[in-house]
């Protein structure tokens, strides 16, 4: 699965994708592949503070719930509605399945966040383990 | 104590372990066993599920325990050992059953087989093999019968669906159409004579276990060609993601979760499976105290109202927020789409349209007692 070049990643399996002011935020293929089906998402309402490194939500599979971790800080200011009935979107297309978008509080946040190449290799060693 | 216990717990392997891998499983440890917890070639646990619903998937089961006593009075020693009248069983015949505690509560459930006029077979959980063969040998040793741990003796494989019988018919010499419900056969299966065959399963569908000899060849080659002859049936290879989702469905309790060392069996509601009137069996006087007491808490299942997934030791809470019990087991019901759970309640709470809540990351998530099972397979007419 191509990791696209123009988003950054985290080791906790998000996804963001931003302008430099405002962001979208998913799970990355690795993360759904390792999850399987995905049957919930619990996400916080528009309006809401997330902080980087901290738990802003839930994705849940048949068999595991996970924790999503904020990537960078910021407002929530939209989420997508449609993972409400149709969670398997992610499944089927993680990198364009967007949880939710923020405006972003610190851009400079996002420079210590992975590359797509740098983001490879750690799920290549992730998958060896 | 068990020398079993003092021994570095080394990850145990099924023959069919490579396989597994071969396949592109997905593997995890269960119970001290590296197993395949589902094969996205396959689809997934969800396609996995549906498939055994609606047609066929197959499973390794070699992990289970089987425990065969054999001699005079092997009828009585299952009798002292197990919950339900074994003495009713014909040759052939099996049934579900519990080893019990003298306090009444669960060493194990098992499938008790009668394989012959003094044969049985108790086919027990994987993460209780040696606590059930030690229990069963340290309380027969009065009874002259020989006792055996077959457990590595076979490949246990699980043929489930309701097409299952069509498939494995393809394979084997064995009239299929004239096994019932748990009853077993013994016949050719993929040119290996004398195979055990018992139309029984853990999916709440119809289907069939066989036992095969437990060399990684012949355990391949079976495995393949079950799966090679399901083609037309759309047979997948399924892994213990979707047998605990499909036997959750069924309300078929699973060990360590709605059955254990601290609970009874009329608080697990396993009363039809459990024949007092036997009056001798490890247990029988503590559980008639019980009945007398009265119950503390009730397993029932549970449909979620709110949006929100019931999880394994979640807490069920009252309306008013107050802790009332614990989720055994909690799912989202792949067939049924709608998200379940059995829990343990005080009986005030059992009734059915009771509502009670689910604590689910620190809310209470509105959740509703329903009738058990949540899933009953179609009969044929």
């Known amino acids: 699965m191509p990791y696209p070049t123009d988003f950054k990643y985290t080791k906790e399996h998000e996804w963001i994708k931003s302008d430099g002011k405002s962001a979208s935020i998913g799970i990355t293929s690795y993360a759904q592949g390792s999850l399987g089906d995905i049957v919930f998402v619990e996400l916080p309402k528009t309006g809401s503070e997330i902080t980087k490194g901290k738990t802003f939500g839930s994705v849940e599979s048949v068999k595991a719930v996970s924790d999503l971790y904020a990537p960078a800080s910021g407002t929530v200011t939209d989420v997508n509605g449609e993972l409400n009935t149709a969670p398997e979107k992610i499944n089927e297309d993680a990198h364009s399945a967007w949880l939710m978008k923020i405006t972003l509080k610190d851009p400079s946040e996002l420079n210590s966040l992975l590359s797509a190449a740098d983001y490879e290799k750690f799920v290549a060693e992730e998958g060896a383990k | ?381």
Request: some cysteine.
């Open chain 2, 1 to 381: 104590m068990p020398a079993v216990e003092a021994t570095t717990p080394t990850i145990r392997k099924t023959a069919l372990n490579g396989v597994h891998r071969q396949m592109g499983a997905k593997m995890v440890e269960f119970n001290g066993w590296d197993m395949p917890v589902e094969y996205p070639s396959a689809g997934g646990i969800m396609a996995e599920h549906n498939a055994v619903r609606t047609g066929v998937g197959i499973f390794d089961v070699s992990h289970m325990g089987d425990i065969r006593l054999t001699g005079p009075e092997a009828l009585a020693a299952v009798q002292h050992i197990s919950m339900n009248d074994a003495s009713r069983l014909a040759v052939g015949q099996a049934q579900y059953s519990a080893l019990l505690y003298p306090q009444g509560t669960f060493v194990d459930d098992v499938i008790v087989h009668r394989l012959g006029d003094d044969d049985y077979l108790l086919v027990i959980n994987a993460g209780t093999r040696e606590k059930d063969f030690n229990w069963v040998r340290d309380n027969t040793r009065q009874f002259n019968c020989k006792l055996e741990d077959l457990s590595d003796n076979f490949t246990q494989i699980a043929i489930q669906g309701p097409k299952g019988v069509n498939l494995l018919q393809k394979l084997t010499d064995a009239n299929l159409s004239a096994v019932k419900f748990y009853w077993v056969t013994r016949g050719t299966v993929c040119g290996l004579k004398n195979v055990l065959i018992a139309r029984t399963g853990y999916t709440a569908e119809d289907g069939f276990e066989i036992y095969i000899p437990a060399d990684e060849a012949t355990s391949a080659k079976v495995w393949n060609e079950i799966l090679e002859a399901g083609k037309e049936f759309g047979v997948v290879p399924c892994g213990l993601g979707s047998r605990n989702t499909l036997r959750l469905e069924g309300s078929l309790s699973l060990y360590g979760h709605e059955i254990s060392d601290t609970i009874n069996v009329w608080e697990a509601g396993l009363d039809r499976f459990c024949k007092m009137e036997k009056l001798d069996f490890i247990g029988h006087a503590a559980l008639s105290k019980a009945k007398a007491d009265g119950l503390k808490k009730i397993l029932v299942g549970l449909e979620m109202v709110e949006r929100g997934i019931a999880r394994d030791e979640y807490k069920v809470l009252d309306d008013g927020g107050r802790e009332i019990g614990y989720v055994t087991s909690g799912s989202p019901a792949p067939f049924l789409k709608k998200n379940i759970a059995m829990a343990y309640v005080p009986p005030e709470f059992a009734t059915v349209g009771s509502t009670v809540k689910v604590e689910i990351r620190g809310q209470g998530v509105k959740a509703q007692v329903v009738p058990t099972p949540f899933y009953r397979r179609p009969r044929k007419i």
